[in-house]
C-alpha cells in the first residue's frame, strides 16, 4: 500500500528472497523478502556541440587530476599499508584492468552498456595519457617540444637582436632530470601496481 498524490493504491508485488542478518541476531543469517527500487536509464542522441562540451569538461577536469598526482599518491601510499582507498584514487594498468572488468559485470549491463562502459574507460585512460605525456619535462614528449619551443626563440630573439642564429639547444644537457623523472615515474608505477594488488579500488 502507497500513498501518491494524496491517493491511496494497494498492489501486489512478487519480493526477491534474499540473505540479510537477522534482526535480533547478527550472527545468524536467515532468509527475507527484499523489495527495491531501481533508477531505470535512458540513452539520448547528442549532437556535436554536446560532445565537445563533454570533451572540453573531461580534459578540464583530467589536466586538474594531472596538477593534483603528487598530493594524490601521498593518498594512495597510505592506501597501499592499510587506509581506505579513494575511490578517485589513481590506477595504474592493473588497477584499469581490474575496473573493467566490474564495469562490464556491475548490474547485469546489456553489451550496448558494457561496449559503452569499455570504450568511456578507454577514452579517459587515453586522454589522460596523453595529456600527461605533454607534461614540459623529459623523457616525456612535453619536455622534447618544451626544448623545440625554447630553441625557436632564441633563434627568434637573436634575429631580432641582430645576432647570428645560436645554433640548436643541446637537450641531452637536461639528461640528469630525465633520469630522475624516469626514476620517479617507475617508482610510481610501482606504487600504483601494489596499491591496486592488496587495496584496489572499488566501483561498487
Not at 501518491?4 to 543469517?29: F, H, I, K
Amino acid at each position: 500500500t502507497y500513498v501518491r498524490d494524496g491517493v491511496t493504491s494497494t498492489v501486489s508485488v512478487t519480493t526477491s528472497v534474499l540473505e540479510r542478518l537477522a534482526v535480533d541476531d547478527p550472527e545468524r543469517v536467515e532468509d527475507v523478502g527484499f523489495l527495491g527500487v531501481a533508477p531505470e536509464f535512458t540513452y539520448q542522441r547528442q549532437g556535436p556541440l554536446y560532445v565537445g562540451e563533454v570533451m572540453w569538461e573531461t580534459t578540464k577536469r583530467t589536466a586538474e587530476a594531472i596538477a593534483h598526482l603528487p598530493s594524490r599518491m601521498v593518498d594512495v601510499v597510505k592506501a597501499a599499508f592499510g587506509e581506505e582507498r579513494k575511490a578517485d584514487s589513481p590506477i595504474s594498468v592493473v588497477g584499469a584492468s581490474r575496473v573493467a572488468g566490474e564495469l562490464v559485470t556491475v548490474d547485469e549491463p546489456t553489451w550496448a552498456e558494457r561496449a559503452q562502459r569499455v570504450l568511456t574507460l578507454l577514452a579517459s585512460l587515453n586522454l589522460f595519457l596523453a595529456l600527461f605525456n605533454f607534461v614540459p619535462l623529459l623523457p616525456l614528449d612535453g619536455g622534447h617540444i618544451a626544448g623545440a619551443l625554447w630553441e625557436g626563440a632564441r633563434s627568434r630573439w637573436a634575429r631580432l637582436r641582430g645576432r647570428p642564429d645560436p645554433g640548436p639547444v643541446d637537450v641531452a644537457r637536461m639528461l640528469p632530470v630525465a633520469y630522475v623523472v624516469g626514476i620517479v615515474l617507475i617508482v610510481m608505477s610501482v606504487i600504483l601496481i601494489y596499491a591496486d594488488i592488496v587495496n584496489p579500488v572499488q566501483v561498487t
